[in-house]
């Protein structure tokens, strides 16, 4: 007790020193929080999250086992060629666009760590070479995979076929309407959204589905008229109605495609038959009327209705002095059907030709 023989401390001070005292011994009795388990579980929720690389730093204990760290994840986009402006993932640039959008700016989510946005996003990252392997890919290169299964992979900015052939996706230049059709590459087969179930006439120079690739649909379907023709099938064209029979490929399975379509439009009002019999035809290895470029005939993978009830803007145009108006006489009865089975429509071209229908899955969003 010689610490309490001091005159100078009174009742009160020694009271406060015990109080303290007990605090302390209190103090000393408690558990004390597990820091170690806090940063255990920390880091599992790190690893889960793929942020196991910012709170490397932070911790010392190593993500539990059984948890797989997940980062590095990547949209398996092709890259935009230099001078090319890019789009947000899923959209398209079309010719006076910058490219530039609201995504552009940054965004924070929770306290910066949770959330979208570029501050989140690694300095450096390596895109994913392979859209098939992960499901990336622009909204347009699934589309053109799910469209033709197995038939090819896209690699950073190529189309890859088993065969080796490669085709450029994008070769980087900015087209005016008419080097769409001439020059077209993969991704410019996207350029106009096709309008399924649209009474819109077309705007000028708007051609949905005319925009090829010559050399994909090679690669797809075959480069010689030898190479097709191995791959044609007989099919009946409206029997009901004395259609008679018609070459198509079976490639993708667009034999039985137009056979169902066959089916569903024999079914029509007897008002709507007129328009399908005689048909104009389907196989046919030529070029397209005033071009060097292969007709989708060519493959065997297209069909003319009855040319006494078509339009074509060659012929039209002639008559109207050099302008385009619209015209058809093809009822939107008809088209429906060949739409619902995976055939866009002639129909809806500036450069317009109703009675052509051609097999292009990619174009039609219930397709794919």
Not at 87 to 93: D, I, M
Not at 101 to 127: C, E, I, K, V
Not at 171 to 182: C, F, I, P, Q, V
Not at 221 to 226: C, H, K, L, T
């Amino acid at each position: 007790m010689a610490e309490f023989d001091d005159p100078r401390r009174d009742r009160r001070t020694i009271r406060a020193m015990r109080r303290a005292s007990r605090r302390g011994l209190a103090a000393q009795a408690a558990p004390r929080p597990d820091h170690r388990l806090r940063r255990r579980r920390l880091a599992g929720l790190a690893a889960a999250i793929g942020l196991a690389p910012l709170l490397a730093g932070f911790s010392p204990v190593p993500v539990p086992s059984g948890v797989a760290p997940v980062s590095g994840i990547t949209a398996a986009q092709a890259p935009v060629p230099a001078g090319k402006p890019s789009a947000p993932l899923g959209e398209r640039v079309r010719p006076g666009q910058t490219g530039g959008s609201s995504d552009d700016q940054p965004r924070r989510g929770f306290f910066g760590l949770f959330g979208g946005g570029r501050d989140n996003a690694p300095a450096s990252t390596t895109p994913a070479t392979t859209a098939a392997a992960t499901g990336g890919g622009s909204a347009d290169q699934r589309a053109l995979l799910n469209a033709y299964p197995g038939a090819f992979r896209i690699e950073g900015n190529a189309v890859v076929f088993p065969s080796g052939t490669r085709v450029p996706w994008d070769d980087g230049r900015r087209k005016s309407a008419a080097e769409l059709l001439t020059d077209g590459d993969v991704e410019d087969m996207f350029h106009y959204p096709y309008p399924a179930g649209s009474s819109r006439p077309p705007g000028r120079d708007e051609d949905p589905g005319r925009v090829r690739s010559d050399a994909f649909f090679k690669a797809l379907y075959g480069a010689s008229e030898g190479a097709v023709r191995a791959n044609l099938r007989a099919v009946p064209w409206v029997p009901k109605l004395g259609g008679g029979t018609l070459l198509v490929t079976t490639r993708f399975g667009v034999d039985e495609k137009l056979e169902a379509v066959s089916r569903d439009l024999e079914r029509l009002p007897s008002r709507f038959h007129k328009y399908l019999v005689p048909p104009a035809g389907t196989f046919n290895w030529r070029a397209i009327a005033g071009t060097n470029r292969l007709s989708v005939h060519s493959y065997g993978a297209a069909i003319d209705i009855n040319t006494k009830f078509t339009n074509y803007w060659r012929w039209d145009a002639q008559q109207a002095g050099g302008t385009i108006p619209y015209r058809n006489q093809i009822p939107a009865e008809i088209v429906a059907v060949f739409e619902q089975h995976c055939f866009v429509w002639g129909g809806r071209w500036y450069h317009y030709d109703t009675m052509h229908f051609e097999y292009r899955p990619e174009l039609l969003r219930h397709c794919h």
